[in-house]
C-alpha cells in the first residue's frame, strides 16, 4: 500500500445505563493508539438512532472515502468479543432512543436482504484467539442499531466494513486492557490479508 489512507472507527452514544458507551471509550482507544504511521484514524460517535445513524453513515462514506470502516458495539452481558460476519437489511421492530423504529423495518427498501464484508471475519476471529481474546464468530447481529450501522456501512461501502461487539462483563469489558489487543488486527495491512477485495474509496 502507498500513500495515507484513512480508517474510521465507530462507537455508540449513550444507551440505557451507560451514560459513556463503553464501544464509544474502545474508539477513542483506538484513534489514540493509532493504527499505523500512514493511516489516518477518524472516529465517530453514532446516537442510537435509526435516522441519525443512517445519515452519518452515508456521510462519512461520501466526504471521508476511508480505505475501511470499523464498527464497534457492545453485546449487554456478554463476556466475550462477538465478530460479525453480515448485516441484515430488514426485522428492525425494536425502537430506539427516541422511540423510533424504521419504516418496513428495513435499511434501504431497494437492498438486498443481507450484505456481507469483504473481511473473512472468522479468519480475524482466529487472529484474535491467538492475541488471547475469548472471540465468538456470529452471522447474526441483532437486528438492533448494530446491525442497521454495519448493513447501512456495507451497502455503501461496498463491504469495506466490519462490526465488532464488544463484551460489557469480564476482563475484556475494560477499553485499557480490550484496545492493544485488538489493534493488531484492526490496522489496515491486517484487514487486507483476511480480504477477498480491499479496494480503495
Given amino acids: 500500500m502507498t500513500g495515507r489512507e484513512t480508517v474510521v472507527v465507530t462507537g455508540f452514544g449513550p444507551f440505557r445505563q451507560f451514560l459513556v458507551n463503553p464501544s464509544w471509550r474502545a474508539a477513542q482507544g483506538l484513534e489514540s493508539v493509532g493504527l499505523g504511521e500512514q493511516v489516518d484514524v477518524s472516529i465517530k460517535e453514532l446516537p442510537v438512532s435509526y435516522v441519525k445513524t443512517q445519515q452519518i453513515i452515508a456521510e462519512i462514506w461520501k466526504t471521508l472515502k476511508p480505505k475501511f470502516v470499523i464498527h464497534l458495539g457492545i453485546a449487554r452481558g456478554s463476556s466475550v468479543v ?5 448485516g441484515k437489511n430488514r426485522g428492525y421492530r425494536d425502537k430506539d432512543v427516541c ?9 434501504m427498501e431497494t437492498g438486498p436482504e443481507r450484505l456481507c464484508s469483504v473481511v473473512n471475519m472468522r479468519a480475524v476471529s482466529k487472529q484474535f ?10 452471522g447474526d447481529a441483532g437486528r438492533y442499531l448494530c446491525d442497521f450501522a454495519y448493513y447501512c456501512s456495507l451497502y455503501h461501502g461496498q463491504g469495506r466494513a466490519a462490526l465488532i461487539h464488544l463484551p460489557t462483563s469480564g476482563s475484556l469489558a475494560s477499553a485499557d486492557t480490550l484496545v492493544p489487543l485488538l489493534r493488531p488486527s484492526f490496522r489496515p495491512c491486517s484487514l487486507s490479508m483476511f480480504s477477498h477485495s480491499m479496494k480503495g474509496g
Avoid at 462477538?82 to 453480515?86: A, G, H, K, L, R
Fill in 82 to 86: 462477538m465478530v460479525e460476519q453480515t
Fill in 129 to 138: 484467539q491467538k492475541a488471547g481474546i475469548d472471540v465468538i464468530y456470529s
Fill in 99 to 107: 422511540g423510533f423504529c424504521p419504516e418496513r423495518h428495513c435499511c
